[in-house]
């Protein structure tokens, strides 16, 4: 990605967001909330966009809790200063190295699932607490009951069934058809890099795991007919001032993201805070299934070492084929 | 009537011919360079040619990148509706230049096509099959010193082309190693580290892990470029060949890549046998 010019321009707007930074009270702190964001501009594509193009990456956000833990009840996120965060991300170290051994294996008893250091979840620098910020209490909110009826139903339809009588018991996600949005940018032990490309009228996201190249218009064009849904959904970009808002509907009925139907709507917003900092979030709509709407957040993080490379997901999917097999092995050894 | 008429139009026809040429010789363009630089092209801020857009190739080379007449397809309960329509071809010369032995191989791919054509498993295409396969496909340039972007409908594959600097590939890939470059209005791809698991077409027309492809998308009109890609492969082939056809633009208003995630549709087919009996 442009590395060495990249260098030189973020060399550059890192001196000029230097200077400025000095000459304000906060200066030893790094703009962290959107509205810090106004402190900073992002230099513009020649047609005139802010561009955020560069490879980013929330590997630091690993070992996250989705929601607010129990043991954390009645806290709220503003609640977590540096030093309660220093803590929380230590435990959350800790714990996650007394499992690495067991996620590699040992030379005599291999797992299978790779030596610890694909994983990129070990040393996580977690910048908040919990990802749930709407509403307050960090939880999502309650099922409504159609969704709790549509999960029951589901449940029924299951009855029975082992966990891979079929490929279709397993995940969409195991099966390597897609994370969907917007859990492709929830960061799972490795792969968490996303790669800014942006056009005349387009942003596009590329996502490694599974391999994504999500394509965002921005001319204003009306959505698909809701008879096309997909994976990753039909998503329609806009700015407000620097800010990325990416509205994605047409979700595929699969896909199922936390029980939510093809009515989901997933409005996310990238906002630059600075020249290797966007503030991501994500809120969730669909009445059908929530009793009302819900958000999450996450830094995510310029870094070029974090380039994407070729996620062959189906094609090496030995996994897949490994878990039914050894399934029909187990449905043998009871008969 | 009729002969009047006819003599009237061969003057018109003759005059148009006639004045169309003066325009020609009298703008260059006739004698000058290349059609390339007689129509207008699009062009970004920096200057370069603008690719950006949806586009498609519009043949039959993915059943047969070489001339083939028109067959029986493989499914005879879907007839005239899934059957092989003739091509011309896209092989520069119509050969391909195997190695002594090597068309066996060929041969043997094209006959058990439905069984092991990596595109029925919807396994990534690789290049330069992606580019022709009948899907669209959108390419995504901003300015230098930013890289291209090529995100193809089929498999939702991608490649990223390489521009500022030349990157050598960390491993071999399905979609290959890009690193792009400008030779006056032509983007030049030097494709390499590609698996041996890719084919060229349905025919069954494969190559080696040592195969090195260079595109050159030459914009002849907005709507118009040329793509040619040399192949070269020494495991397989005696010499570079070189395969070339147009490219249109998707010229829908509302053209849109669409998903095309094709596992599920392979799914049964290779992981049926491993499901439970009832």
Wanted: hydrophobic content about 35%; overall charge neutral.
């Amino acid at each position: 990605m442009a590395t060495h010019l990249r260098r030189r321009a973020s060399l550059t707007v890192t001196a000029a967001a230097a200077i400025v930074m000095a000459a304000m009270p906060s200066a030893q702190q790094r703009p962290t909330t959107p509205r810090d964001a106004a402190r900073w501009t992002a230099p513009r594509t020649p047609w005139g966009d802010p561009d955020l193009q560069g490879i980013y990456t929330n590997k630091d956000e690993n070992n996250t809790p989705f929601e607010r833990p129990a043991e954390l009840a009645g806290k709220r996120i503003a609640d977590f200063g540096e030093k309660e965060m220093a803590a929380l991300r230590k435990e959350r170290q800790e714990a996650a190295a007394r499992q690495a051994s067991s996620i590699g294996g040992t030379a005599d008893n291999d797992t299978g699932a790779g030596p610890p250091h694909w994983y990129e979840h070990f040393d996580a620098e977690n910048a908040q607490p919990w990802l749930v910020i709407e509403p307050e209490d960090g939880r999502v909110p309650p099922l409504t009951a159609a969704a709790r009826e549509r999960a029951a139903a589901r449940q029924a339809a299951r009855s029975g069934r082992g966990p891979a009588d079929s490929y279709t018991d397993r995940s969409i996600y195991d099966r390597c058809i897609s994370r969907g949005v917007p859990d492709t940018m929830r960061p799972i032990i490795y792969g968490a890099s996303y790669d800014i490309t942006q056009a005349p009228g387009y942003v596009v996201i590329r996502y490694e795991m599974v391999h994504e190249a999500r394509v965002i218009p921005l001319d204003g064009r009306r959505k698909l007919s809701p008879v096309i849904r997909q994976y990753m959904g039909d998503s329609r970009g806009w700015w407000e001032g620097d800010t990325l808002v990416v509205e994605t509907t047409n979700v595929h009925d699969n896909m199922n993201y936390r029980g939510a139907t093809s009515g989901l709507k997933v409005t996310e917003r990238f906002t630059p805070l600075g020249p290797d900092r966007i503030d991501w979030q994500a809120r969730m709509e669909d009445p059908t299934t929530w009793e009302r709407p819900w958000a999450i957040r996450m830094p995510l993080k310029r870094d070029d070492t974090q380039a994407i490379f070729e996620f062959a997901c189906h094609e090496g999917n030995r996994g897949l084929e490994n878990i039914l097999r050894a399934a029909r092995a187990e449905d043998a050894r009871k008969n | 009537m009729v002969r009047p008429m006819s003599q009237w139009l061969k003057g018109l026809l003759a005059g148009a011919v006639v004045a169309t040429l003066v325009t020609l010789v009298a703008t260059g363009t006739w004698l000058g360079s290349s059609r390339a630089a007689a129509l207008p092209i699009a062009r970004m801020a920096d200057g370069r040619p603008n690719l950006n857009g949806i586009w498609a190739a519009s043949n039959t080379a993915n059943w047969d990148i070489q001339t083939h007449q028109a067959r029986q397809g493989p499914v005879i309960a879907l007839g005239a509706a899934f059957s092989v329509p003739a091509g011309m071809g896209v092989v520069e010369g119509n050969e391909i230049p195997y190695k002594p032995g090597a068309t066996a191989q060929r041969d043997a791919n094209g006959r058990t096509w439905m069984t092991n054509d990596p595109e029925v498993k919807c396994y990534l295409p690789g290049v330069p099959r992606a580019t022709y396969m009948p899907y669209p496909f959108q390419i995504v340039q901003s300015t230098e010193p930013n890289d291209i972007l090529i995100s193809y409908e089929f498999a939702s594959a991608s490649r990223v082309i390489h521009m500022s600097t030349s990157q050598e590939s960390p491993t071999d890939t399905w979609m290959g190693w890009s690193n792009g470059r400008w030779e006056g209005d032509a983007l030049v791809v030097d494709v390499k580290n590609f698996v041996d698991q890719t084919w060229f077409d349905r025919a069954g027309n494969y190559h080696s892990d040592a195969l090195h492809v260079v595109e050159r998308y030459t914009p002849l009109t907005t709507d118009v470029i040329q793509y040619e890609a040399t192949i070269e492969d020494p495991n397989v082939f005696t010499r570079p060949w070189k395969m070339s056809m147009p490219l249109y633009r998707r010229a829908e208003r509302n053209a849109q890549l669409l998903e095309y995630k094709c596992v599920e549709f392979a799914e049964e087919l290779m992981y049926g046998h491993l499901s439970k009996k009832p």
